[in-house]
């Protein structure tokens, strides 16, 4: 069902609308952790320490084209909110012909270069095998992956959150089911893990898009037949996305650094912040999904000449989603230990997860209010500016901090301080850039 966001309730649509999205992303989660878990129950802790500490690695590839599918949805609320049919119409065939030729070069990319980044990474040698076999696998079906963000970039930006969210609840039993199958049962490993995610990935990429070319809204349905190229629509996809893909992008290669420092301490260090990432990843849920509610309110709202009620509903998501945040952060700093036992079982990677957790949890409301005022200013068509301060404080300082604070105190939570010390200075550069924006403007 595609809703329109620019009548009713502010709190109501947004939460209506978030419910939906923070279901999916935990489903999400659920594919990653059925991994993890799977493979740190029936594997060895290398096996583990492979799949876990991927996140930055993957993410450095595909990010640049989930990013611009970020800003084609974008594009597609403007016009859904203006209630320009033709514009939704080329606007999604734009989206989903730019994602065909995406998943083309990040599969070339990945099984090119996976290697040379891994030994970059100073990657354990008891890890590298494990790496090694589940990236290839990974990119050889990384196409799935990158289909799935399209379609679901195109959905939300109509306003359908809950069609996802059927089809991850059927991909995400289906992967673990394989999961238990290919790493439990024929012991395959890492690769197994890998191969039971692209196959689950790749259903809910189908049932996506059953359910797009089944639109009963002709301007809303994707039609094959009509995937040809749109320079001026192409543009403005790219125009919008492009920043948020460069930012996605370079901002790994900040977070590749961090990985490259604890992967020195060794593979109880590698596993200890892979635990932590999986849970960071779930505790944090509500307030990622209500920062990705935020661009599509935004920007139907700023297509329908709603400016105020723009504003308003940028200001209700914002601040609850660091009320929040701020809660789990003291909860999981509290039961840290035993949240970590879920994913690993060696008492020396505990131990490392519990200090990178109780380095960061506390600053979990800079994380939200940082989230949330970039996808603000994304639904507002003001994409420039988040790339730039993420591309400064999340990468260029967060490299430059590491590079030198390590050699000054040689200690693992010297890394860990990077994240709270780079979102407080993401978070006053987003606060000056939405104190002076004239919204009427835009």
Known sequence: ????????????????FAIPLFLGQLLQQ????????????????????????????TFLIIGLFNGIAVGGGVVISRYFGAKNREGVQKAIHANFLFGIWSSVIATAAGLIFIPSVLRMMNTPDSVMPHSLVYFRIYFAGVFTVI?????????????????????????????????????????????GAAFATVVAQGLSVV??????????????????????LNKDMMAQVIRQGLPTGIQNSVVSVGNLVIQTNINAFGAFAMSGVGAHSKIEGIVFLPIMSMSMALPTFVSQNIGAGEYERAKKGAAVGTISSMI???????????WAPYAMRIFVNAPEAIE????????????????????????????????????????????????????????????FQTISWAYPLTWFLSSVAFFVSLVRMDWKKL
């Open 1 to 16: 069902m595609n809703n329109d966001l620019t009548k009713g309730s502010i709190t109501g649509g947004l939460i209506r």
């Open 207 to 228: 049932l996506c898009l059953i359910r797009m070319s089944r639109e009963k809204d002709e301007s809303l349905r994707l039609d094959m037949k009509k995937l040809k």
């Open 30 to 57: 659920f594919y990653n952790m059925a991994d993890a878990w799977v493979v740190g129950n029936f594997a060895s802790n290398d096996a583990f320490a492979a799949v876990s500490s991927g996140g930055h690695l």
């Open 147 to 191: 289909l799935y963000n399209v379609c679901m970039s195109v959905m939300r930006a109509l306003g359908d959150s809950l069609h996802p969210l059927y089809y991850l609840i059927v991909s995400s039993l289906v992967n673990v089911a394989l999961d238990l199958l290919f790493v439990a049962g024929f012991q395959w490993g890492v690769g």
């Open 324 to 334: 929040l945040a701020e809660l789990v952060g003291i909860l999981y700093f509290m």
């Open 352 to 411: 490392f997860g519990v200090i990178h957790c109780r380095t960061t949890a506390l600053f979990f409301f800079l994380l939200a209010f940082s989230h949330c005022a970039a996808g603000v200013m994304r639904g507002c068509g003001k994409s420039f500016m988040p790339m730039a301060a993420m591309l400064a404080f999340w990468c260029g300082v967060r490299i430059l901090y590491v590079s030198i604070a390590i050699q000054i105190v040689p200690v």
